[in-house]
């Protein structure tokens, strides 16, 4: 059992908060406290979108303020040149995974779209299982989502069941892809209709049905749209409609430029999205409007993305960004609702209910944030004051299931140092 003590302030989930200690069970009889004195307290933020395998491409030439349809082939050549071991993908998730815990990420999906086309699917679940195993090392909480970009149909859907079958060995349809420890959880997810072909989401959607498993993709960015237009004369929206993406268990990632037509055509699907302001906006892709997304009913996650389009995975200052930003295409986002989106609204996108908060039935994620410093002089609201006050603040404790995997402001069971010198000696020998 954990103990969080003494905490100016402690958000245990939207529209509720209090002052004074917390416990989290951690399944364990050791007792632990930690002194919250000066603190505000959160539950753990929950990245509702990255690709952890781009932490190993980042400030690449070629790949800042172009047009997506630069960006794509610049980023597809870099990861051809570096190809494609478990030994980078185990060093490149470490480091995802890392910086995440780091910035307060206790949970993070990874959409993960490049494989190596027509490889024997065998390498294929030994690139997932280093995935996975390099975020359970750390003791962060991974959505490992076998992503599909210009994949075969056949191949890719007989990757995702051989990827089910060699990490979650034994699931049943009901756990919506969770573990029994609720460390790992898969998903499938073509990259989009820019990408993929009906037969490829028809193909992965088959997987996903027989093993109970969620579903994402992105949409209605600049070169999706233009792309789905030029090659099927439709919107991306009407596309995933046809082909059976438009219903519950389904997560859409950016959605920049939508319709209100659109909005609600997604709220009466009951699909969530995820909004990824820290990609597209310095991008130049656009800016999803999620004031209306969330008054027309449709539950809003927030993601980082990757390092191709995104250098940092810092969500709270993806937050901090999609707070500020909101008010060029709406009405201003509260700093309460953005951190809702941080954590509750990420944890609905991935089917579970026991992330993003910390009251009842909370799987105890959280984080400890120290507000006593000279940034949060003259914060009257302090929790307000984590997104408008010190832009990049870290957190100075973060515990995943009870259990800290930081504890002031450094990592407890790795050294960030070694894992990047880890990567970097992988990089060199591309």
């Known amino acids: 059992m954990l103990t969080i003590t003494g905490a100016r302030r402690i958000l245990i989930g939207p529209g509720e908060e209090r ?41 690449l ?24 071991d478990p030994e980078l993908y185990g060093a490149a998730a470490a480091i995802g995974v890392a910086e995440g815990l780091l910035c307060g990420v206790t949970a993070v999906a990874d959409h993960h779209l490049n494989w190596p086309h027509g490889a024997p699917i065998a390498q294929t679940v030994e ?59 898969l998903a499938v997810g073509p990259a989009g209709v820019h990408s993929d072909a009906r037969e490829t989401f028809e193909a992965l959607a ?19 749209t233009a792309i789905a237009l030029e090659r099927y004369g439709a919107r991306p929206l009407d596309l995933l409609a046809e082909w059976g993406w438009l219903e519950p ?3 859409i990632a950016h959605l920049c430029d939508v319709t209100p037509e659109e909005i609600a055509r997604l709220a009466d699907a009951g699909v969530t999205a995820t909004h990824a302001p820290g990609c597209d ?72 209910p026991e992330l993003g908060h910390l009251g009842a039935g909370s799987a105890g994620d959280a984080c400890v944030w120290d507000v006593s410093g000279v940034a949060d002089a003259g914060v009257d609201d302090p929790i307000a004051g984590l997104l408008w006050a010190s832009p990049g603040r ?28 880890r990567l970097s000696a992988r990089l060199a020998r591309s």
Do not use: K
């Open 249 to 251: 268990g389904v997560t």
């Open 281 to 352: 906006v310095p991008m130049g892709w656009g800016i999803a409007p999620v004031a209306q997304l969330i008054a027309a009913g449709v539950p809003v996650g927030l993601g980082t993305s990757g390092g191709g389009s995104n250098d940092a995975g810092h969500l709270l200052a993806d937050a901090r960004l999609a707070m500020q930003v909101s008010a060029l295409v709406g009405p201003q986002l509260p700093a309460r609702t953005v951190l809702g989106m941080a954590t509750s609204g990420s944890a609905t996108g991935l089917g579970r």
């Open 61 to 84: 030439p070629g790949t800042r303020g172009v047009p997506m349809a630069e960006w794509l082939p610049a980023m597809a050549a870099a990861y051809g040149r570096a190809g494609h």
């Open 127 to 185: 690139l997932a299982a280093a995935t996975a195993s390099a975020a359970r090392a750390l003791g962060g909480r991974l959505v490992f989502v076998r992503g599909s970009a210009r994949d075969d149909a056949g191949w890719a859907a007989a990757s995702a069941e051989a990827i089910v079958a060699a990490l979650l060995p034994g699931l049943e349809p009901d756990a919506g892809g969770v573990s029994a420890d609720g460390m790992l959880q």
């Open 19 to 59: 002052d004074g200690d917390l416990v989290l069970e951690d399944g364990q009889t050791d007792a632990t406290t930690i002194d919250a004195s000066g603190c505000v307290v959160t539950p753990g933020l929950v990245n509702a979108h990255h690709h952890l395998l781009q932490s190993a491409f980042r400030t």
């Open 394 to 421: 870290h957190p100075r404790d973060v515990i995943v299931g009870g259990r800290p995997v930081v504890r002031d402001y450094r990592l407890v069971n790795a050294d960030e140092r070694e894992l990047a010198a």
């Open 206 to 224: 088959s997987v996903a049905r027989r093993h109970g498993l969620r579903r994402r993709t992105q949409a209605n960015e600049q070169v999706d």
